[in-house]
């Protein structure tokens, strides 16, 4: 399963390209019209650089369009998943997931996700099903 960074953490990108957009039009303005696409085009590019991908035994982040940088976690490494979330990340339904390892690797990080319960939730599903499975083989 492959889960993307949610649109909501950029409201600030997509509100300011809308007000370029109506100040090029209310006021006749050519120069505020190619800056609200850069601000739509920056918002998209920050949020598809960064993936994650769920696999039976393990986890990984994502980072990178042409350089990749991909950062894994076993599920049986798993010692902790927190849920990180302001209160404008609350209000707009997204937060920040951080899994730690007993490996002694570094933490993962997951871009802000919508709905990070609900993630962690199925996180801690799939950890006590591979668990489970490792006590029967």
Known sequence: MKVRSCRRKYVLEYTLAIFCLLVAFMENII???PLSGVCVAYAELMRVR???LFDDSKISV??????RN???IYLENVSDISVRQHLWQRLLGYGIIILRSNSGTENLVFPPMKNPRKIVSELEARIESNKRMEVMS
């Not at 994502?62 to 350089?67: D, F, P, S, W």
């Open 62 to 67: 994502v980072h990178g369009i042409l350089n």
């Open 31 to 33: 120069f505020f019209l």
């Open 50 to 52: 960064t993936h994650i």
């Open 70 to 72: 991909i950062h894994a």
